[in-house]
């Protein structure tokens, strides 16, 4: 399948790199490419810059935004939860029309440090805004409860644990659920909960997800739904 990740931090280039190595044709999405490639200082999490990591996988395509959006038939937006709708306007609404849009972006906000707090929350999502601003686009949240690194392994969690997916199409949901299989969640562990205003509960679990990793001190966690 042809995809198109949208961020390059760290989420986006594990995304990309784990779809690639599933043999999925992908390319990476940037506001500018000259300039990602210029940077020289670490992201804000310490990940090297993304010049080191393309030079490592050279196979990966670097794009402007609105090239990947043409490019990918599915569409994986990895951006900061504040960079979000900016970079889907540059995609392009006419490159995400009748596309599968996989939206893991959270509102996070750390000017006040951790636990970090929500731009959006309560009344709204940021799973919504992106729905209403792209009504042609099928827009699924998912995957934005766990670390990057159980998105693409949740062997790395021991035991069965569970996944959300959250979207007003149906047809959407089931590609999503698709990829998710292939990254190794089996379908009993994905629950869907429904239209795309369920993003509000799973975005809004970020507050208990921060306190977890600092308790637990470590990403390597998620919850599990058990039925009586």
């Known amino acids: ?24 044709d992908v ?7 000259e300039q990602t490639l210029a940077r020289t200082e670490p992201g804000s999490m310490g990940t090297p810059p ?21 490019h990918g038939e599915l569409v994986l937006n990895a951006t900061a939860g504040a960079q979000a709708m900016a970079a889907l306007e540059a995609t392009g609404a ?20 951790m636990p970090p707090q929500l731009t959006v929350a309560n009344t709204d999502s940021l799973g ?19 670390f990057v690194e159980v998105m693409i392994d ?13 979207g007003d199409d149906t047809g959407a949901k089931e590609v999503v659920k698709g990829l998710l299989g292939e990254f190794g ?3 009993e562990w994905i629950i869907d909960l429904g239209t795309i205003r369920a993003a509000r509960a799973t975005e809004m679990y970020m507050q208990l997800y921060f306190n977890l990793v600092n308790v637990l001190d470590t990403f390597d966690f998620n919850i599990a739904v058990h039925r009586a």
């Open 154 to 166: 949740p062997s790395r969690v021991p035991c069965a644990h569970t996944i959300f997916v959250a």
């Open 94 to 113: 006419s490159n995400l029309t009748g596309k599968v849009l996989l939206d893991l972006a959270i509102p996070l906000d750390f000017s006040q440090g």
């Open 27 to 33: 390319v990476v999405g940037t506001r500018d490419v």
């Open 185 to 187: 969640w089996p379908a």
């Open 1 to 24: 399948m042809k995809i198109a990740v949208l961020g390059t931090g760290m989420v986006g280039r594990a995304l990309a790199g784990r779809l690639a190595g599933l043999g999925h």
């Open 128 to 146: 919504e805004q992106i729905q209403r601003a792209f009504p042609d686009t099928r827009v699924v949240k998912a995957l934005n409860t766990v």
């Open 50 to 70: 993304y010049a080191d990591w393309q030079q490592a996988n050279p196979a990966m395509r670097l794009v402007p935004f609105h090239e990947a959006g043409a």
